[in-house]
C-alpha cells in the first residue's frame, strides 16, 4: 500500500553539524521543499507584504520577531503547491512554545507522518570542525583544516586557492563564540528534544559518521 501521507520534517542538531549538506540531500531526494523561517522573514520584508511590515517593527529595534507572526508566515508559506507533498522545516519550531503551536497547524496535523531527525555530535567535535574553518573574504570560498586544507600558503598564514588572498576565521568561528552558541543551543534544543520524543517523532542520527551514511540513515527514515 503506498503512504500518501505528507513528508514533515524538522532537522536538528548543534552548529557544525552538516544541517546545511543534510538538508539539501533531503530536499532532492523526496522533493520537497526546505523552508528557512530567516529566508520567508526576508521575503514578507522585501516584498512590503502586511506581515512583513509588522515584522520589520520587530527587527529593524533588534527584537525577536514573535512566534505568532513567524507562525502566520508558515501557515501561508504551506498553502503553496510545491509544499502539497510535505516540507523541511527549519528555524521552526525552535521551543517548546513553537513545537506546540507547529503541531497544532492543520497542515501538520492532518494526514502527515512528522519526523524530528537530530543530528547528533559531541561539543568537542563540534569546536574542532567549526574552529578549523577558513574563509577568503574575496572570493568568500570555505574551507577546512581537517577536511578541505587549502593547497597554498605564505609563512604560517593560508592562501585561498581560486584568488590568493589570505585566509581569515570567522567571527562565528572562534572558539569562545562557539562554546557560546553550543550554550544557547543546549539551552533551547533539550527541552525541545524532550518534547519531541514524548510525541514519539524523534530519530537521532550518528553525525560522527561520513556525510554519505548520514543521508543514508535519513533517507531510511523517512521513506
Known amino acids: 500500500m503506498i503512504d500518501t501521507k505528507k513528508r514533515i520534517v524538522v532537522l536538528l542538531g548543534p552548529p557544525g ?12 531526494r523526496f522533493h520537497i521543499p526546505h523552508i528557512s523561517t530567516g529566508e520567508i522573514l526576508r521575503e514578507h520584508i522585501d516584498k512590503g507584504t502586511p506581515l512583513g511590515i509588522e515584522a520589520d517593527k520587530f527587527m529593524h529595534k533588534g527584537d525577536l ?5 513567524v507562525f502566520d508566515m508558515l501557515k501561508e508559506r504551506v498553502q503553496h503547491k510545491d509544499c502539497t507533498h510535505g516540507a523541511l522545516f527549519d528555524g521552526f519550531p525552535r521551543n517548546v512554545d513553537q513545537a506546540e503551536m507547529f503541531f497544532q497547524m492543520d ?6 507522518k512528522v519526523s524530528a531527525i537530530l543530528i547528533d ?3 568537542d567535535e563540534v569546536i574542532k570542525r567549526l574552529s578549523n574553518r577558513r574563509y577568503c573574504p574575496n572570493c568568500k570560498s570555505i574551507y577546512n583544516l581537517i577536511h578541505k586544507v587549502p593547497q597554498k600558503k605564505a609563512g604560517t598564514a ?3 586557492d581560486n584568488c590568493g588572498t589570505e585566509l581569515e576565521i570567522r567571527d562565528d ?3 569562545e563564540t562557539i562554546k557560546n552558541r553550543l550554550n544557547v543551543f543546549h ?5 525541545l528534544i524532550d518534547y519531541f520524543i514524548r510525541k514519539n517523532v524523534l530519530h537521532k542520527v550518528n553525525g560522527m559518521i561520513s556525510l554519505e551514511e548520514v543521508s543514508r540513515q535519513i533517507a531510511k527514515i523517512l521513506e
Do not use: H, R
Request: charged share 25%; hydrophobic share 40%; aromatic share 8%.
Open 17 to 28: 553539524a552538516g544541517k546545511g549538506t543534510q538538508a539539501e540531500f533531503i530536499k532532492e
Open 65 to 69: 520577531v514573535p512566534d505568532d507572526l
Open 107 to 112: 497542515y501538520v496535523s492532518s494526514n502527515a
Open 121 to 123: 555530535i559531541p561539543d
Open 158 to 160: 593560508f592562501l585561498c
Open 173 to 175: 568561528d572562534k572558539v
Open 187 to 191: 539551552n533551547a534544543a533539550g527541552p
